[in-house]
């Protein structure tokens, strides 16, 4: 079956602009986490959706980073005021009732 | 301190070889342990779960200290196709959300 997608693969854009991740889960997983990834580390944290809610967003660096999932399935994670820090690849994952999170194969931003 | 951690390598092995990556965390109140696989500029996908009593899966052999904290990857009979990397994960309940906590990695690289 399909699994966890996420658009754009790519984005470039420049220091200040407003930039929106899609990720579209496993169809039926209630569970969403976003994570983000720097090179030469490992995926860190940033939030985690059970259903509409946010659960946990505690790994959200700073107020500028925002994270929706309106209807309980798709989620756009938001970056206001991008920074040239915050160049990463960008990950979803899915789960069922937190059980294994499958990956998608994540959005890699770049601030110029 | 971080929360998870591992020799980043390379290790750079011959095919054949038998090769073991290590990783410590911190917080004892972990309660899953996995090892993902990483491939370049792919996402990282779950290679197996860690157990306390052991638990081999093939060529690969995960096992847990809980004491030490300490977890373990055994490879046998590497194959050029092992060549990836290595993410230690720790998994951690708050209650509300089930949060993977990755170690930096571990690159190996299997040459002819």
């Known amino acids: 079956g399909a699994g966890v997608s996420q658009t754009p693969s790519n984005k470039v854009t420049e220091k200040g602009k407003y930039v929106e991740l899609r990720c579209d889960p496993i169809s039926g997983h209630t569970a969403l986490y976003w994570y983000r990834q720097s090179l030469g580390q490992g995926p860190e944290f940033l939030i985690y959706?059970?259903?509409?809610?946010?659960?946990?967003d505690s790994g959200l660096p700073n107020d500028r980073f925002f994270a929706v999932r309106p209807e309980g399935s798709v989620s756009t994670l938001k970056i206001q005021r991008t920074e040239r820090g915050d160049s990463a690849v960008y990950l979803c994952a899915s789960s069922l009732l937190g059980d294994t999170q499958y990956f998608g194969p994540g959005t890699r931003l770049t601030v110029l | 301190r971080k929360e998870v951690e591992q020799d980043p390598g390379p290790f750079n092995v011959p095919e054949g070889a038998t090769v073991a990556f290590n990783c410590t965390y911190s917080n004892s109140a972990s309660q899953s342990f996995f090892w993902y696989r990483q491939d370049c500029r792919k996402e990282p996908k779950l290679l197996m779960s860690?157990?306390?009593s052991g638990n081999e899966d093939g060529r690969f052999t995960a096992q847990l200290n809980r004491a030490s904290q300490y977890i373990s990857l055994l490879i046998r009979d590497s194959k050029l196709s092992d060549s990836a990397t290595y993410l230690c994960?720790?998994?951690?309940?708050?209650?509300?959300?089930?949060?993977?906590?990755f170690g930096t990695g571990t690159r190996l690289q299997v040459t002819l």
């Open positions: 994960v720790v998994k951690f309940y708050t209650g509300t959300a089930s949060k993977l906590t």
């Open positions: 959706f059970q259903g509409t809610g946010a659960a946990d």
């Open positions: 860690v157990y306390s």
